[in-house]
């Protein structure tokens, strides 16, 4: 899927400028190093291929995921074992009769490593095979492809004879042997062997982050052209609200509400759902049905740019100039304008929201979710089939700003704002 740094910052999906939580904190709770790798590498790299996002989100939601075979710090030092590189052997008997001479006289440090390296790959491989034995029938396909790859190592002569090997009887000549096949030989049958491993990780994180958080197991991502979301909200809010919303008749979702309403936190509420969905991964929803989308693009924390000489206003028009030319390619795109034209006068930026809604019009592949407080704009096209309205309910009541955080559908009325400068500056 295609994004680009000012969605990634926006979303939070690294660690971004704003200092928000990055989405993928949600999991990040493996039992391994690099499983924690692999899921920032998902979340950072959504998917448009539907196969390959179902395939993750069966694994996840299979319930006899198998164990891990080794533990976390076995797993980190056969890393470090075979990324080590200062002393490779070579095959041969003699090399390892002048290594072991070599240690009769003199200490190796690096023996340490490569010793114990050796028997945590034999140790791997035998209890990989405990696991391929007792896989149940039809597992899903990540899982079937990594029993494959089980089953093709054991093919291998060398590898199929470690089954049998007691790690009290290697001898130091044995040790030297599978180090040079380990290392060399068969180092990328390993590491495909252990990028399975880590793949488990993810999924038993993701599935036991997904049951414990009342999470969506399985998002319903296919080739409809709605968007359609029950019971979402945002991941690192406190008691969040829960929000449905729905984009089912034309391109266009306007949001609506005052100040401090929480259109800017529902907006990244629904794409981070709708993100975590490409990626393969529960969502922080009750159910979701959505197109597969190509592309993904936001402008909410939009700066301006003091270096290029640039107004925010300037930056805000360059920005969906930007984000157009992704949809004009007939991909499905997925694009958030937050505020938009707030760098401006009140004239200009009702003038400027009316003039661009009119352009997405001719965008009908693309959805887009648009926030404003120009209330004027929102009524120029409360008619329009390609629209649809929701707003963040609010109100003062005995003088007191109440705001219930839930999103309803239609255009908001409320006005706080000279309401809220009164009470900050104590104007009379």
């Not at 989405?23 to 390959?52: H, N, V």
């Not at 329009?384 to 707003?391: A, E, K």
Request: proline share 4%.
């Amino acid at each position: 899927m295609k994004t680009d740094i000012q969605t990634l910052n926006d979303l939070g999906i690294q660690d971004n400028p704003n200092g928000e939580r990055p989405l993928s904190s949600l999991f990040l709770q493996t039992g391994t190093k690099e499983g924690k790798r692999m899921i920032r590498q998902w979340i950072a790299q959504p998917l448009s291929d539907l196969a390959t996002i179902r395939a993750r989100q069966e694994a996840i939601a299979y319930d006899s995921l198998p164990s891990l075979p080794l533990d976390e710090e076995e797993l980190d030092f056969l890393e470090h074992y075979l990324a080590f590189r200062d002393q490779l052997s070579i095959k041969g008997n003699f090399i390892s009769f002048f290594n072991k001479i070599d240690r009769i006289f003199k200490y190796d440090s690096t023996r340490y490593i490569i010793s114990r390296g050796v028997k945590l790959c034999i140790h791997l491989l035998q209890q990989l095979n405990k696991t391929w034995n007792k896989l149940s029938d039809n597992p899903p396909t990540l899982i079937q492809e990594w029993a494959n790859q089980i089953r093709d190592a054991f093919y291998i002569k060398e590898l199929k004879e470690t089954l049998n090997m007691e790690e009290a009887n290697l001898s130091d000549f044995i040790i030297d042997q599978y180090d040079y096949l380990f290392r060399q030989v068969h180092y990328n049958t390993l590491r495909n062997l252990l990028t399975g491993i880590y793949t488990l990780d993810v999924c038993h994180t993701a599935r036991r982050v997904a049951l414990s958080r009342n999470y969506c197991l399985t998002p319903n991502i296919n080739e409809t052209e709605e968007c359609s979301i029950q019971g979402f909200r945002h991941p690192f809010v406190k008691d969040a609200q829960k929000n449905d919303w729905h984009l089912t008749n034309g391109n266009i979702s306007i949001f609506t509400g005052s100040n401090m309403a929480g259109k800017s936190t529902t907006l990244k509420a629904i794409v981070s759902t709708i993100w975590l969905a490409h990626c393969g991964l529960p969502v922080p929803a009750d159910t979701i049905s959505c197109p597969v989308y190509n592309a993904i693009y936001t402008s909410i924390n939009l700066p301006d740019s003091l270096r290029d000489g640039r107004s925010h206003f300037m930056a805000e028009v360059f920005r969906i100039k930007e984000v157009l030319i992704q949809a004009r390619s007939n991909m499905r795109c997925l694009i958030v304008l937050d505020e938009m034209f707030r760098g401006t006068n009140a004239q200009d930026a009702y003038e400027a929201s009316v003039a661009v809604n009119q352009l997405l019009m001719g965008y009908p592949n693309s959805h887009f979710l648009i926030s404003t407080h120009i209330l004027e704009y929102a009524k120029y096209f409360e008619q329009h089939p390609s629209c649809q309205f929701y707003y963040m309910e609010s109100e003062i009541k005995d003088d007191r700003f109440i705001c219930s955080y839930q999103l309803k559908k239609g255009i908001s009325e409320s006005k706080v704002g000279y309401w809220i400068i009164r009470k900050e500056l104590k104007l009379s």
